[in-house]
């Protein structure tokens, strides 16, 4: 066959292409080499092609790569394959080989092209092992581990966000993450990360709420390194999710500790303090009173003489009230703690309560079935509990809903108790539906001399109760919203059996 027009033979045309392709060609008849152009002597390190003639070019193969010779003697035509080749310097090649079936002068043969993919197969290997240690490393890390394609907006995860957080996945949208962000930082977090892919940022990192499969909320410090192309645009971005639940519960235990801490010290100036002008103003009381009294038994029928005088003894009373309030809160009586019956005390209180709630108050118990036993001293919490029943009392005065509650486990968040140590406590709640306690002051109304009644308080109540509580190894903590009312819950430490 020869090409049109042309003085040269066809084969003549084929056969200088061949001797100048890169790619290495052989062609073997019988499992014997009839031909190889020079690429293929360069490749197997030959003095020239005539060096290979009436050898198998199967031969060349490693050891390792017989299965790969197998499947192209078994199969010409049907792919390439990878393959090492030991050349005859005794150096390796990694090469990939394409056989297809060929007629030479009526004999059925075969014609091999080797391509040199040495520079493939070691970058393909290179990118193996830098996976492998990167899932080493993100199963020696407790962090759950992502990558973020930008262009498919796919994210994959390693196997810990199944361990940390629950979640079998392993690869999502990037909606899919962004749905189970707290609802209160959502739009922070998106927006801050929206800002560093836009703004050419490498790095991007947030702290916020996260959900769990159970449902529950971890804190989450999350980091992530953007992979840019050479325009800069961002192709990519890997990074951490850090669970920081912990280490936040520590901080805010730290803080609320801080507080507590800088009002202890508060209390104990304002004691020292309270506790002088409590004695002297007592005497100054003591010397009133028996004035008024005479003053009011010799008003006989004038009015005008006994109204003032019944009202000085009123302030007498009040004021030795607040006297007594002010050493009791600067010297405590010791608890004695005995075991009590949370149950019993709370039947107590029941009677009580309907018995000074008054009109339009409806008073509802709920009282658990088993019995509960907490130590402490019964006198002193009866005493606490009555004056947060009369404080719910008057947050209703149109009436309302007030609800003594006892229970044997702890449902209120509390920055003071682990989740572990909760079980030591039972709980003992007063609860009003009054127009609740103002945010901006309810971090106040633990203080001493801090009230929200117009006429009245004396300011000491709520302060002498958290004394008391805390007196008994317990907490006092509260709870509100407003125009839904208050709660107040008594933590107590249950008897160790």
């Known amino acids: 066959m020869h090409t049109k027009d042309s003085s040269r033979p066809a084969d003549c045309v084929f056969r200088d292409i061949v001797e100048r392709t890169p790619d290495a060609v052989a062609i073997q008849a019988d499992d014997r080499v009839i031909y190889a152009n020079p690429a293929m002597a360069t490749l197997l390190a030959a003095s020239d092609s005539g060096a290979l003639i009436g050898r198998d070019m199967f031969e060349f193969a490693a050891p390792a790569s017989r299965p790969n010779i197998e499947r192209l003697r078994s199969g010409p035509g049907n792919g390439a394959e990878v393959l090492q080749l030991v050349a005859l310097d005794g150096s390796s090649r990694d090469v990939e080989v394409s056989v297809t079936t060929v007629d030479v002068d009526g004999t059925k043969g075969v014609a091999l092209i080797v391509r040199d993919v040495a520079a493939r197969v070691a970058a393909e290997r290179s990118a193996r092992e830098s996976q492998k240690r990167a899932d080493l490393l993100a199963r020696a890390t407790n962090d759950a581990v992502w990558e973020w394609d930008l262009a498919t907006d796919s994210v994959t995860w390693n196997r810990s966000l199944r361990d940390l957080f629950g979640w079998d996945e392993e690869r999502t949208p990037l909606s899919w993450w962004s749905e189970r962000i707290h609802d209160g930082d959502r739009a922070r977090v998106i927006g801050t990360l929206r800002r560093a892919v836009d703004a050419g940022d490498v790095a991007w990192s947030d702290e916020y709420r996260f959900l769990r499969a159970d449902g529950a909320i971890a804190w989450i410090l999350d980091r992530g390194y953007l992979v840019r192309d050479p325009g800069g645009q961002a192709v990519r971005m890997i990074g951490s999710m850090t669970d920081v639940s912990e280490l936040h519960r520590a901080h805010e235990e730290q803080a609320s500790l801080q507080a507590m801490l800088e009002q202890a010290n508060r209390v104990a100036s304002l004691g020292r303090v309270a506790s002088t002008i409590a004695h002297e103003f007592n005497n100054v009381l003591m010397a009133i009173q028996p004035y008024a009294e005479i003053l009011r038994r010799r008003s006989g029928e004038l009015p005008e003489v006994e109204r003032p005088a019944s009202q000085i003894l009123q302030a007498v009373k009040r004021g030795k009230r607040v006297t007594d309030e002010l050493v009791r809160f600067t010297k405590p009586a010791l608890p004695t703690i005995k075991p009590v019956s949370l149950n019993e005390l709370l039947a107590r209180l029941r009677d009580m309560?309907?018995?000074?709630?008054?009109?339009?108050?409806?008073?509802?118990?709920?009282?658990?079935?088993?019995?509960?036993?907490?130590?402490?001293?019964?006198?002193?919490?009866?005493?606490?509990?009555?004056?947060?029943?009369?404080?719910?009392?008057?947050?209703?005065?149109?009436?309302?809903?007030?609800?003594?509650?006892?229970?044997?486990?702890?449902?209120?968040?509390?920055?003071?108790?682990?989740?572990?140590?909760?079980?030591?406590?039972?709980?003992?709640?007063?609860?009003?539906?009054?127009?609740?306690?103002?945010?901006?002051?309810?971090?106040?109304?633990?203080?001493?001399?801090?009230?929200?009644?117009?006429?009245?308080?004396?300011?000491?109540?709520?302060?002498?109760a958290q004394q008391t509580v805390t007196r008994h190894g317990g907490y006092l903590l509260v709870s509100s919203e407003a125009g839904r009312g208050t709660t107040f819950h008594m933590l107590l430490p249950k008897v160790v059996c």
């Not at 008054?358 to 004056?387: F, H, T, Y």
């Not at 030591?424 to 009230?451: H, R, Y």
């Open 353 to 464: 309560t309907i018995e000074l709630s008054g009109a339009g108050i409806e008073v509802r118990v709920e009282s658990p079935a088993e019995e509960i036993m907490i130590a402490g001293d019964a006198a002193q919490l009866e005493q606490v509990a009555m004056n947060l029943i009369l404080n719910a009392r008057d947050a209703m005065p149109s009436g309302g809903i007030l609800t003594l509650r006892a229970a044997n486990s702890v449902d209120i968040e509390t920055p003071f108790l682990a989740s572990e140590e909760l079980h030591s406590f039972a709980s003992l709640s007063v609860s009003d539906t009054g127009d609740g306690i103002a945010p901006e002051i309810i971090d106040k109304i633990f203080e001493p001399l801090f009230t929200t009644k117009p006429r009245g308080g004396t300011g000491l109540g709520l302060a002498v």
